[in-house]
């Protein structure tokens, strides 16, 4: 599958058909607009944007909307460009990084110690 960029507003509208499988745009475009603002329009144009990078198919009648693609795999992806971009793809510096300049309690290190000798 080919690697999908999202940008905040699409991530909204992913985010709606994570948490509920299937949508009707119409009923995608009423929450959207009571809670981000947008107009009918609006969200209809980034819907279709999702439907042309493949990361929601449509079915008629109903104009219904289902995720491709699951929010693990846009973690991942999303989770390994952070890693390029900023640490040439360490998970190692980043984690380093990241622990170093954190206030973290007796408790969490020891958590993230028992993830790490885990892997999970």
């Given amino acids: ?22 949508l009707a745009a119409k009923d ?6 009571e809670y981000v603002g947008w107009q009918k329009n609006t969200t209809y144009t980034v819907i279709n944007r999702l439907i042309d990078k493949g990361a929601i198919v449509r079915e008629d009648p109903g104009f219904i909307c289902h995720p491709v693609i699951t929010k693990p795999m846009m973690q991942q992806s999303e989770t390994q460009d952070l890693l390029d971009k900023f640490y040439d793809g360490s998970m190692e510096h980043f984690i380093a990084d ?23």
């Fill in 98 to 120: 990241y622990i170093c300049k954190q206030h973290l309690s007796e408790i969490s290190l020891q958590l993230l110690e028992k993830v790490i000798r885990e892997q999970c």
């Fill in 1 to 22: 599958m080919q690697e999908i960029k999202l940008h905040d507003g699409e991530l909204n509208i992913m985010e709606l058909l994570w948490s509920n499988q299937e």
């Fill in 28 to 33: 995608i475009a009423k929450i959207v607009n």
